[in-house]
């Protein structure tokens, strides 16, 4: 199963379980996140992303999901908002629309959401590492055959 439908099933599951205390603490993620975004700290951004993700889906409620989605974090490392130009700027806003869906109590706007910001920052990575890729075999030096 894909990263993106697991944990945006996990979202939805946590809407209705949300309390007024658990999305002010998402909502107060989501302030620092802008705050690390504008100044550029990539490795606090990637602490306060993990937290915003693990509040959400723990609240589920669903533990065997979590745990899946964990087991699929672990395989796919923070790199985009380190590596993909404009990353932060982008998952700020995304995270800003997750959150107004969960202010509405819209679970499927919620799963929706989540599922299109993680489709998103996939996408991005993998573009980005393309072309450093294709950057990398550009500037090798090229063999050429002796004849003997």
């Given at each position: ?8 099933r ?7 379980r ?11 993620l989501?302030?620092?996140?802008a ?71 819209d ?7 989540l599922?299109?910001?993680?489709e ?19 500037t ?8 003997t």
């Amino acid at each position: 199963m894909r990263c993106e439908r697991c944990s945006s099933r996990a979202g939805a599951l946590a809407v209705p379980r949300l309390d007024d205390e658990e999305i002010q603490h998402l909502h107060a993620l989501a302030d620092e996140m802008a705050i690390a975004a504008r100044a550029g700290d990539h490795a606090r951004y990637v602490e306060l992303n993990k937290s915003f993700h693990w509040t959400l889906y723990e609240a589920s409620g669903w533990r065997r999901l979590v745990r899946i989605v964990k087991t699929l974090w672990a395989g796919r490392p923070p790199l985009t908002p380190m590596i993909v130009s404009g990353q932060l700027k982008r998952s700020v806003s995304e995270h800003r629309a997750i959150l107004a869906a969960i202010d509405a109590r819209d679970a499927h706007a919620v799963q929706d959401r989540l599922r299109r910001h993680i489709e998103a920052a996939g996408r991005s990575l993998r573009l980005q590492l393309a072309q450093r890729s294709s950057a990398l075999r550009d500037t090798r030096p090229k063999r050429t055959i002796q004849p003997t």
